[in-house]
């Protein structure tokens, strides 16, 4: 373990909007910090008991050129596409979806009362796989492994690995890893990710302090950590849950319009031209 601690760079805060059929939910992450964030575009979360905010759900709407990852934390999501493929997302389960050359889906809540909460990433893809084939891994809740963590915490692994335990999630091209960690009052948690990769911290619950300079973070604000060094992370007074995510950069020119990730003006053009003649 290097004794280097890495640093909060940037901050980012949530701001209430909305998407879809008019799902209220609050945007933390935007396309236009992409040069920041690299290679995360985009991170939501959607949190109500209220079914008017959520229950028109995402009708069908196409994507190419990234990833987008969906952690559902209560309530479930059905998803469809236009390739035949569907499934059912319940609570703890994940659904990293790779749109590639192109697809048009849906994502609709499958409850009208309760909690509806999780989250959704998007990941760029390198512009040598943005055009791959479309699949997905939908996991469910049991499949993501737990480690516990000193001193009374505990981490799900969903993609990458942690203390030598793998997540489910395989074969991304940015070698991700996505970890939801939980900590007691005053609770501490470190970890080494490569070094050169970018590194988010997004707050769940409670608040928590990173970094040798102790910046504070609670519920619903991110922080961007410096590109060396371990992660050091300690819980306040009351706990605290929060997200770890972190993939290696892409270094490439990013061209976004909507549901469309590209490299270039030309590649946009041309993914509007697909999917209007229905070729995605």
Known sequence: MTTNIRTVTATFRGHD??????VKLTRVLSPQDVRLADPFLLFDEFRSDRPEDYDAGFPPHPH??????????AGRMRHRDNHGNQGDLGP??????????????????????GLMWGYQLWVNLPAA?????????????????EVGLPGGGKARVLAGRLEGVAGPVSE????????????????????????????????????????????TFRTREMALLSRTGDVAVQAGGGGARFLVIAGRPLFEPVAHHGPFVMNTREEILQALEDFQAGRF
């Open 129 to 145: 796989r943005k055009m791959t084939a479309p699949r997905y891994q939908d996991i469910p809740a049991d499949r993501i492994p």
């Open 64 to 73: 190419r050129g990234f990833e987008t990852v969906t952690y559902v934390m």
């Open 172 to 215: 991304v091209a940015v070698e991700p890893a996505y970890l939801d960690v939980s900590l007691p009052a005053g609770g501490t948690f470190r970890w080494s990710p490569p070094d050169g990769h970018t590194v988010l911290l997004h707050g769940v619950e409670g608040w928590f302090t990173v970094g040798k300079g102790g910046r």
């Open 17 to 22: 909007t909305s998407d879809g059929a008019g």
């Open 92 to 113: 703890g389960s994940v659904q990293w979806m790779t749109a590639g050359r192109g697809i048009v889906h849906e994502e609709m809540p499958q409850q009208e009362q």
